[in-house]
């Protein structure tokens, strides 16, 4: 991992120490947070000089290259001395949370990007004039290559989510119904009542094919593997996803309850994706 490069460390306008970041290391923090630790290092630039001050406190915040906060750094209280030759490291710990972490992730345009991150230090000196504060801004840039192992030791998982508007103007008059349908469905998921979220997918699909009418019919179910689905249309081939995952929820319509949370979850998210797309389909 690149460390950055110096930043002097000035008292009475004499820059008596360089401070850099090394590098920033990630591990898997309490609940869903990352803990990021910034490894600093101090150059003593004058290590002779007896009256120079010491360090006493670190603390700070990271931010993104646009000022947004990403997390308060956890102040450490140090004993820098300005006159030992070989410097001195300090380690400063910041609790990052699932989503701004994600975040992180997220504003990188490819997976090549690096990601830059702004370290806005606060240094406590002891020095003979009394004590000094000082607020120095430090840039440190983790290579893509780094990023990715420092996701991996951080045990961090990137959720891609399905966001699907269940009231309101997005919602076509049309799939109100289903909608609302919908929405029960996702309450039997809260409570655990596993035939009960897939039974309610069933209703949700049917009154879906309603509002959809003859427009776009399903193709019957014995031509799916004949090779005659080959010529089907875009809009045929949506119908028969639909199908099928209507399909799915024949044995709970019919009063089987020997169902999994996993099964019925993936009942109800795909009969949300398909909400989604005919919402926007819909809508227009």
Request: glycine fraction near 8%; include cysteine; aromatic fraction near 6%.
């Amino acid at each position: 991992m690149l460390p950055s490069r110096m930043f002097p460390l000035q008292f009475d306008r004499t820059a008596f120490s360089s401070v850099r970041v090394e590098r920033i290391e990630a591990r898997r923090g309490v609940g869903d947070h990352t803990l990021l630790t910034t490894i600093l290092r101090l150059q003593n630039n004058a290590p002779n000089a007896a009256s120079l001050p010491r360090v006493i406190h670190l603390s700070g915040e990271l931010r993104t290259r646009n000022v947004e906060h990403i997390a308060e750094l956890r102040p450490v209280t140090v004993k820098w001395y300005a006159n030992r030759a070989d410097g001195d490291t300090a380690y400063l710990s910041a609790p990052v949370s699932f989503s701004t972490l994600s975040g992180l992730n997220a504003s990188r345009r490819t997976g090549g990007d690096d990601v830059n991150i702004d370290l806005a230090l606060v240094v406590d000196l002891d020095g003979a004039a009394g004590w000094e504060q000082h607020q120095i801004p430090l840039q440190h840039r983790i290579p893509s290559s780094d990023w990715t192992s420092l996701l991996a030791a951080a045990r961090h998982t990137t959720l891609a989510i399905v966001e699907l508007p269940t009231d309101g103007e997005p919602v076509p008059a049309g799939l109100r119904g289903s909608m609302q349908r919908y929405v029960a469905a996702k309450v039997h998921l809260q409570q655990c009542q596993w035939d009960d979220a897939i039974s309610e997918c069933r209703e949700v699909l049917d009154a879906l094919a309603t509002a959809i009418g003859a427009t776009e019919p399903a193709p019957p179910l014995g031509s799916y593997g004949t090779g005659q689905q080959r010529g089907w249309t875009f809009e045929e081939r949506c119908a028969a996803i639909r199908a099928i995952v209507r399909h799915g929820t024949h044995t709970a319509h019919h009063g089987q309850t020997t169902f999994s949370a996993d099964e019925a979850r993936y009942v109800v998210d795909m009969t949300g994706v398909i909400l989604k797309f005919y919402c926007t389909r819909l809508g227009r």
